[in-house]
C-alpha cells in the first residue's frame, strides 16, 4: 500500500514538473540612450517587463524615477565615446532612442548622426560588441537623398535646423551602412499613434506589427502607422532576436 501511495506521489511529482513553467532565461543587458524621452522610456519599461537588465542613459539621471531592482540609471553623452564605451561594456544591445532636434544647420551635427558616428568609432575592431539599435525617421523610408529631401515638409528647407533635424536620420543610415559593426535601425511609420508633439504619450500596447525592410508596412487603406507603445516592443524584440543586423526596418499594422 506504501508502495503505490509511493508511486502515486511520484507520478504526480513528475506531472507538475513536466507542466510547469519554463525557467526564464537569464536577463540580458540592454542599455538605453534617450531613456527618459517618450520613446526611450517606454522601451525602458518594455525590457523590464520582460525581465532583462536595463542600464538608462540620461545627461541628468535624477529624471528617472523608476523602482525597479533590474533597473540602473546613468549620466552620459551620446557625443562622448570613452564615456558610451564604460557604459556600454559587457551589454548585449544598445537602443538609441535620442530627439533629432537640432540647433545647427548641418545635418551631420544633428545628435541623431553623431550617436551613429560615436557608436561606429567605439564598436570598431572590437572582439565583441553589442548590437546597436537606433530609432530613425520616417522620412528616411525613401532611399535616396534627393527622394528624403522631397518628402520633407516645406518649413524644413536647407539651411534651417528643421532640415538638419531631418537630414540628420539619413546621414545616421548612411554611416551604420558604411561601418561593419553590428547595427540596426529601426524607422518608425508616418504616424506614430498615442503619441503628440509637447504632450505626455498616451500608449496602447497591442504587442503586434508587421515589418519590412523595402518600404512604408501599410493596412487596407494605405495608412501607415504603429502606436508608440508597439514601436518600443519592436525595438525590444529585435534586441532579443537580431532579426536585422546590418539592416534598415520599418514597422506598421
Not at 545628435?111 to 568609432?121: C, H, L, N, Y
Not at 575592431?125 to 537606433?134: D, E, F, L, N
Request: net charge positive; proline share 6%.
Amino acid at each position: 500500500m506504501r508502495i503505490v501511495r509511493f508511486i502515486s506521489a511520484l507520478s504526480a511529482l513528475t506531472l507538475a514538473i513536466a507542466f510547469a513553467a519554463p525557467t526564464p532565461a537569464r536577463a540580458e543587458t540592454i542599455v538605453v540612450y534617450g531613456a527618459t524621452g517618450n520613446i526611450g522610456s517606454l522601451i525602458v519599461n518594455e525590457a523590464l517587463s520582460r525581465g532583462h537588465t536595463v542600464i538608462g542613459v540620461s545627461r541628468d539621471p535624477t529624471k528617472f524615477k523608476l523602482d525597479d531592482k533590474h533597473f540602473k540609471a546613468a549620466a552620459g553623452d551620446i557625443t562622448d565615446v570613452a564615456s558610451f564605451k564604460k557604459i556600454t561594456q559587457g551589454a548585449d544591445a544598445v537602443i538609441i532612442s535620442v530627439s533629432g532636434s537640432s540647433t545647427d544647420t548641418d545635418p551631420k551635427n544633428s545628435i541623431t548622426a553623431k550617436a551613429a558616428r560615436t557608436a561606429v568609432e567605439a564598436f570598431t575592431g572590437a572582439a565583441k560588441s553589442p548590437q546597436v539599435i537606433q530609432i530613425g525617421g520616417a522620412t528616411t523610408l525613401a532611399e535616396t537623398r534627393e527622394a528624403v529631401e522631397a518628402r520633407l515638409p516645406p518649413p524644413a528647407k536647407p539651411g534651417t535646423p528643421m532640415y538638419a533635424s531631418f537630414m540628420g536620420h539619413y546621414e545616421a543610415l548612411e554611416i551604420y551602412r558604411a561601418s561593419k559593426i553590428r547595427w540596426t535601425v529601426l524607422t518608425p511609420p508616418t504616424t506614430i499613434q498615442g503619441w503628440a508633439m509637447g504632450k505626455p504619450p498616451t500608449p496602447t500596447r497591442t504587442g503586434k506589427y508587421r515589418t519590412s525592410t523595402s518600404g512604408a508596412v501599410t493596412d487596407a487603406s494605405g495608412k501607415s502607422a504603429i502606436d508608440i507603445a508597439d514601436l518600443a516592443v519592436a525595438a525590444v524584440d529585435e534586441a532579443e532576436k537580431h532579426r536585422f543586423v546590418g539592416q534598415r526596418f520599418t514597422v506598421g499594422y
